[in-house]
């Protein structure tokens, strides 16, 4: 049973490495009501580890979109509070005195095997049928060994040793005890060669130095939260409360991903879902207010939270259900709520400031406007009156190419006309295509016209969003995604 202690403490950790995920915002949303449901706090902390896949720019979209939700946190990097730094990336010297503590202890030790020794292990190990993993070659070290090869500089990162024998049990709950066999934990990584601390070392040591008291979050770290016990008796201390959620999922029952759905929070804000929407939406996906009640608001949704009420089937991210949901809630406004969400979300100021050089060339009167300019606001496009495959190209050859091009979009963060011109430039070289047979039915992939205004600018403006969606969209249209 869920024990609260008093203010309890809670944190989210997002990776700043990608798009605000549905998924963050679901886990967020439950952390938040358990706070404020007993008068605790919310910590938001920045896991950033991961430096070569950590955006600043990333960071920045994730705070804002929660935001956006209604969600807010009682300390974190933008706002401070006792226990800072909030970024993993500037607590380095604070994850390397706890490993020292557990190296002094025996209880970790130096790993000098290189990554084509390791990746020759797991061939072997595969080969043989056997379940792979570190065979603990450098924990079998004797102490001159190891001092040899420190003195040569060899690199090296930092393992746990964990137990040869018996087995851990750690507490979900909301499925009570699970036991993990010892021998099929893998002595994992605690420090990276370069210093920087892995997910499990960062996440134990931050969550017992910032007073966590209770872990939500999903379900898929269950596994490692064995490890993360023997982290916490490792050095003696007393781990949270772990409570793991059923992951979001695709009618099919797969995790969801953009694959087959949208799964970024800007996305949906940018397709005109309401935040009271979302919130009633993913609160649903993991927790019922009541039998015959699924629409209610966040505050209530506090009132009535209860641990017991969660439901660890597999909830479906259904897209007419958040229709539907979005719908009533659009009813509900007044015509000043209305009004301004559409000022707000669709024709803001800065916005059209922005499209007026793109258009004012190109319009006699403003009844043109809307016409000419519709795919500014609109979501996804009819492609099925448009020739887009350029001729002596096949479909499939064609496909590939903006399937390429997704890609790059993906991992695009710095959305401005020049770096779009600059990274479709190059890609079209790289596929060695003419500009008519690239720039074209990029032309009309992204906006549905031929004579729209100038392509990455358009872009642009239409927004990061919209424009990696309506890519997906007609790649799924021809059956390639």
Same mark, same amino acid.
């Given at each position: 049973?869920?024990?609260?202690?008093?203010?309890?403490?809670?944190?989210?950790?997002?990776?700043?490495?990608?798009?605000?995920?549905?998924?963050?915002?679901?886990?967020?949303?439950?952390?938040?009501?358990?706070?404020?449901?007993?008068?605790?706090?919310?910590?938001?902390?920045?896991?950033?580890?991961?430096?070569?896949?950590?955006?600043?720019?990333?960071?920045?979209?994730?705070?804002?979109?929660?935001?956006?939700?209604?969600?807010?946190?009682?300390?974190?990097?933008?706002?401070?509070?006792?226990?800072?730094?909030?970024?993993?990336?500037?607590?380095?010297?604070?994850?390397?005195?706890?490993?020292?503590?557990?190296?002094?202890?025996?209880?970790?030790?130096?790993?000098?095997?290189?990554?084509?020794?390791?990746?020759?292990?797991?061939?072997?190990?595969?080969?043989?049928?056997?379940?792979?993993?570190?065979?603990?070659?450098?924990?079998?070290?004797?102490?001159?060994?190891?001092?040899?090869?420190?003195?040569?500089?060899?690199?090296?990162?930092?393992?746990?040793?964990?137990?040869?024998?018996?087995?851990?049990?750690?507490?979900?709950?909301?499925?009570?005890?699970?036991?993990?066999?010892?021998?099929?934990?893998?002595?994992?990584?605690?420090?990276?060669?370069?210093?920087?601390?892995?997910?499990?070392?960062?996440?134990?040591?931050?969550?017992?130095?910032?007073?966590?008291?209770?872990?939500?979050?999903?379900?898929?770290?269950?596994?490692?939260?064995?490890?993360?016990?023997?982290?916490?008796?490792?050095?003696?201390?007393?781990?949270?409360?772990?409570?793991?959620?059923?992951?979001?999922?695709?009618?099919?029952?797969?995790?969801?991903?953009?694959?087959?759905?949208?799964?970024?929070?800007?996305?949906?804000?940018?397709?005109?879902?309401?935040?009271?929407?979302?919130?009633?939406?993913?609160?649903?996906?993991?927790?019922?207010?009541?039998?015959?009640?699924?629409?209610?608001?966040? +505050?209530? /949704?506090? %009132?009535?939270?209860? @641990?017991? #009420?969660?439901?660890?089937?597999?909830?479906?991210?259904? &897209?007419?259900? !958040?229709?539907?949901?979005?719908?009533?809630?659009?009813?509900?406004?007044?015509?000043?709520?209305?009004?301004?969400?559409?000022?707000?979300?669709?024709?803001?100021?800065?916005?059209?400031?922005?499209?007026?050089?793109?258009?004012?060339?190109?319009?006699?009167?403003?009844?043109?406007?809307?016409?000419?300019?519709?795919?500014?606001?609109?979501?996804?496009?009819?492609?099925?009156?448009?020739?887009?495959?350029?001729?002596?190209?096949?479909?499939?050859?064609?496909? +590939?190419? /903006?399937? %390429?091009?997704?890609? @790059?979009? #993906?991992?695009?963060?710095?959305?401005?006309?020049?770096? &779009?011109?600059? !990274?479709?430039?190059?890609?079209?070289?790289?596929?060695?295509?003419?500009?008519?047979?690239?720039?074209?039915?990029?032309?009309?992939?992204?906006?549905?016209?031929?004579?729209?205004?100038?392509?990455?600018?358009?872009?642009?403006?239409?927004?990061?969003?919209?424009?990696?969606?309506?890519?997906?969209?007609?790649?799924?249209?021809?059956?390639?995604?």
């Amino acid at each position: 049973m869920l024990s609260t202690v008093s203010a309890p403490r809670l944190r989210i950790a997002p990776s700043p490495t990608g798009d605000p995920h549905v998924g963050l915002a679901y886990i967020t949303l439950f952390n938040y009501v358990l706070a404020k449901k007993f008068g605790g706090k919310l910590i938001l902390r920045i896991e950033d580890t991961d430096q070569e896949r950590s955006k600043a720019s990333s960071e920045e979209l994730i705070m804002e979109s929660l935001r956006w939700l209604g969600l807010s946190w009682d300390e974190g990097p933008d706002v401070g509070g006792p226990f800072g730094p909030y970024k993993q990336s500037e607590r380095k010297a604070i994850y390397r005195t706890y490993v020292d503590k557990l190296l002094s202890s025996g209880k970790a030790y130096p790993c000098f095997c290189s990554n084509a020794r390791l990746s020759e292990v797991r061939q072997e190990q595969r080969a043989k049928g056997l379940t792979t993993g570190y065979d603990r070659h450098c924990r079998a070290l004797k102490e001159g060994e190891r001092a040899a090869l420190l003195g040569q500089s060899t690199a090296y990162t930092i393992r746990l040793a964990v137990p040869l024998g018996g087995s851990t049990t750690i507490r979900d709950e909301l499925r009570g005890p699970i036991e993990f066999t010892n021998e099929m934990i893998d002595d994992q990584i605690l420090l990276k060669s370069d210093g920087m601390p892995t997910y499990h070392l960062a996440n134990v040591v931050d969550d017992h130095l910032m007073e966590i008291t209770h872990v939500i979050r999903a379900e898929e770290w269950i596994s490692s939260t064995a490890k993360h016990k023997l982290l916490y008796q490792a050095f003696g201390w007393q781990e949270p409360q772990f409570i793991h959620m059923p992951i979001l999922r695709n009618e099919d029952k797969s995790k969801i991903s953009k694959r087959k759905n949208p799964v970024s929070l800007n996305y949906y804000r940018r397709k005109g879902i309401l935040p009271k929407t979302m919130l009633n939406f993913l609160a649903l996906m993991g927790w019922s207010y009541s039998a015959d009640n699924e629409i209610f608001t966040l +505050e209530q /949704m506090i %009132e009535k939270f209860q @641990l017991r #009420d969660i439901h660890l089937g597999g909830p479906v991210f259904d &897209l007419v259900k !958040l229709g539907r949901l979005n719908q009533h809630y659009l009813q509900q406004l007044s015509p000043d709520e209305f009004a301004e969400f559409v000022r707000a979300e669709i024709f803001s100021t800065d916005f059209l400031k922005s499209l007026h050089p793109l258009v004012k060339d190109r319009l006699e009167v403003f009844e043109q406007f809307v016409d000419r300019n519709s795919f500014f606001f609109n979501g996804a496009l009819d492609y099925s009156a448009l020739v887009i495959v350029p001729k002596g190209k096949e479909a499939g050859e064609f496909n +590939e190419g /903006m399937a %390429e091009l997704l890609l @790059l979009l #993906d991992d695009l963060y710095l959305w401005s006309e020049a770096e &779009l011109h600059t !990274l479709m430039e190059n890609h079209r070289a790289k596929l060695s295509w003419k500009s008519k047979d690239y720039f074209m039915p990029v032309r009309l992939i992204i906006s549905g016209r031929p004579d729209s205004p100038p392509l990455a600018a358009s872009m642009a403006l239409i927004g990061r969003e919209m424009v990696r969606f309506r890519l997906r969209d007609y790649l799924k249209k021809n059956s390639h995604i």
